[in-house]
């Protein structure tokens, strides 16, 4: 029998114990993030400091390289190092992408019981870039963190395709079946919870920012948001559906979720905008290939 959703409030206290026990066998996120974030958060810090952080991580620092050498970025000139990086893609770019790198790090590359994981990540980051241009689009004052929340916002799926790798599979035989939201069928197979609630405990686990919390828990209903965060989760709202209308990477379900009026209304959205956002994702199609192909 199929249970609506519940919030957060709803659950009983030993449901969340259990899930949050097995997300503490996921790794943590490198230490490298925490610094980055705290770096981020410190007023009193400077790009200088950003870019000494990143420079003593070798793995991050290089794909960071390649990622504004490529495509996606579309600078002329080359960047050969990571404080020039700072300086040319900005502080806040580096950033999401230091945190992207090191998120794919520890979530990315294992292997998927059932759901295509390289799918998924096109997914994902097609709907940061579609973030990133919508922020454009709208002015909203910060694209990066758009970005970043584009990336993030289903990160629970990976979460639950490894901890309850048996019940995701039930999830994934059922959409095959019938098509229906992803979240509708979790929340009906995993008594009540969804990606949206598990990447909202596993971004507490590992101390994202109260903002990127917000908008990973509300991205299917903004409206649900608390009032800072409503804005960011009506544009990863947007950004996830028009992602799945352009047909990139795939959403773990084929349906291209309406566009909800009060997201619609929040970001001053006219047809004429969300057809300007459709055709300028559709053109970055091949560098989100390339960009997915570098991270990994
Ligand atoms: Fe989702
Ligand atoms: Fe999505």
Excluded at 5 to 20: G, L, N, P
Excluded at 203 to 209: N, S, V
């Amino acid at each position: 029998m199929f249970e609506q959703a519940r919030t957060e409030s709803q659950f009983s206290e030993h449901e969340i114990k259990r899930f949050m026990a097995r997300l503490k066998d996921l790794p943590t996120l490198p230490v490298i993030v925490t610094r980055i974030m705290q770096i981020a958060k410190d007023e009193k810090s400077s790009a200088k400091d950003l870019g000494r952080m990143i420079a003593k991580d070798q793995s991050i620092s290089s794909r960071i390289l390649r990622l504004a050498n490529s495509a996606f970025y579309g600078y002329s000139r080359t960047i050969t190092s990571i404080p020039q990086a700072v300086v040319v893609l900005g502080f806040e770019t580096v950033k999401s992408l230091a945190l992207s790198a090191s998120v794919f790090d520890v979530l990315g590359r294992s292997d998927s019981r059932f759901f295509d994981r390289e799918k998924f990540w096109l997914h994902s980051i097609g709907c940061a870039k579609a973030c990133e241009l919508l922020a454009k689009q709208v002015r909203y004052p910060d694209p990066e963190t758009a970005f970043l929340a584009g990336l993030l916002h289903d990160i629970g799926k990976v979460v639950l395709d490894r901890i309850f790798p048996e019940e995701y599979q039930q999830v994934a035989n059922s959409i095959r079946e019938a098509s229906r939201p992803i979240v509708e069928v979790e929340k009906e197979v995993l008594l009540g919870v969804g990606h949206d609630d598990v990447g909202f405990w596993l971004g507490q686990h590992w101390k994202f920012p109260p903002l990127l919390l917000e908008s990973i828990h509300h991205h299917h209903h903004p409206e649900d948001s608390e009032p800072h965060g409503i804005l960011l989760a009506s544009l990863v709202h947007v950004g996830d559906s028009i992602t799945r209308k352009v047909g990139i990477g795939s959403g773990g379900d084929p349906l291209v979720p309406n566009i909800r009026l009060n997201s619609r209304k929040i970001l001053n959205l006219d047809d004429d905008a969300l057809l300007v956002l459709s055709m300028n994702l559709s053109k970055e199609r091949a560098n989100i290939e390339e960009f997915l192909q570098v991270l990994g």
